[in-house]
C-alpha cells in the first residue's frame, strides 16, 4: 500500500462544477502539500497546509491530522483547471517530500 | 527573483551516453532536492542536498547516478551510460531551509529521453 493515496486517479467535470479530490496518508507527517502539474510542464505548488484549511482563490484545501486525510476543492471550475493535481506529504521525520499518483482533472466547456 | 531554473528543459542522449541536468535553485536557497517521473508514474524522491552536501541518497540507484551541489554554481544530476529506462522528467525544488513549514518551489524539469 503507497503511503500516499489518492482518489479519484482521472475525474472530467462540466464547466461550473464543484470539484473535491482526496488524499489519504498512512505517516506522520509534518506539512501536506498540493501541487498541479500541466501536460509538460512544470509543477507549481498551490498549498501546504499543517492544520485547518486555507484558501486561494477557487481553490480550497483542508486537512484532517487525526483522519490522515485532506481534500482540495476547487469551486466553479473551468478547463484551464484541467491539469494532474498531486497530494505529497513531508514526514515528520524527514525532509523529503513522498507523493500520491495524482489526479488527472479534465473540465469540459 | 527568478524561480528555479532547470536545464536544459529537453534533453536527448543514446543508449551510453552521459546526461547532465543542471538546477539553479531560488537566490538565497541553499536546499536541494532532485526527483524523478518516470512515464505513467508518479514522482518519486532521489537526492536531497544542501551546499556541498549530500543529506539524504536514499532514492537515487547505487549505480550509474550521481549528484553534486558545490560552493558556486548550479546542482548537477549525472546519470552516466543511460539506458531506455532512464527517460523520465526529472524534477529539481529548492527551499531556504529545512523544516515542518518549508515550502518546496519546482522547477520545469528536464525530460530526460534515451534513444
Known amino acids: 500500500k503507497n503511503e500516499v493515496e489518492q482518489s479519484p486517479q482521472n475525474l472530467t467535470a462540466q464547466e461550473g462544477e464543484f470539484i473535491t479530490i482526496n488524499c489519504s496518508y498512512s505517516?506522520?507527517?509534518?506539512?501536506l502539500h498540493w501541487l498541479q502539474q500541466h501536460p509538460g510542464g512544470g509543477i507549481v505548488s498551490l498549498f501546504m497546509?499543517?492544520?485547518g484549511k486555507k484558501k486561494h482563490g477557487r481553490l480550497i484545501a483542508t486537512i484532517n491530522i487525526q483522519e490522515k486525510h485532506s481534500s482540495l476543492h476547487i469551486t466553479a471550475s473551468h478547463p484551464r483547471d484541467s491539469a494532474v493535481y498531486i497530494c505529497?506529504?513531508?514526514?515528520?521525520?524527514?525532509?523529503?517530500?513522498?507523493f500520491g499518483a495524482g489526479t488527472i482533472l479534465r473540465v469540459k466547456s | 527573483n527568478a524561480g528555479v531554473m532547470q536545464n536544459p528543459r529537453h534533453l536527448v542522449r543514446r543508449r551510453g551516453q552521459e546526461a547532465r541536468l543542471r538546477c539553479s535553485p531560488m537566490?538565497?536557497?541553499?536546499?536541494v532536492y532532485w526527483y524523478r517521473q518516470l512515464p505513467e508514474e508518479g514522482l518519486k524522491f532521489m537526492v536531497y542536498?544542501?551546499?556541498?552536501?549530500?543529506?539524504?541518497e536514499s532514492g537515487m540507484p547505487k549505480e550509474r547516478f550521481s549528484a553534486e551541489f558545490p560552493k558556486e554554481g548550479p546542482s548537477i544530476l549525472r546519470i552516466q551510460q543511460v539506458v531506455r529506462g532512464d527517460s523520465a522528467a526529472y524534477f529539481c525544488?529548492?527551499?531556504?531551509?529545512?523544516?515542518?513549514?518549508?515550502?518546496?518551489?519546482f522547477g520545469q524539469g528536464t525530460r530526460l529521453t534515451v534513444v
Open positions: 497546509l499543517s492544520s
Open positions: 537566490k538565497g536557497h541553499s536546499h
Open positions: 542536498l544542501q551546499k556541498e552536501n549530500i543529506i539524504d
Open positions: 525544488a529548492s527551499s531556504p531551509m529545512t523544516g515542518a513549514n518549508t515550502e518546496a518551489f
Open positions: 505529497a506529504v513531508r514526514s515528520r521525520y524527514g525532509n523529503k517530500l513522498v
Open positions: 505517516v506522520g507527517i509534518s506539512a
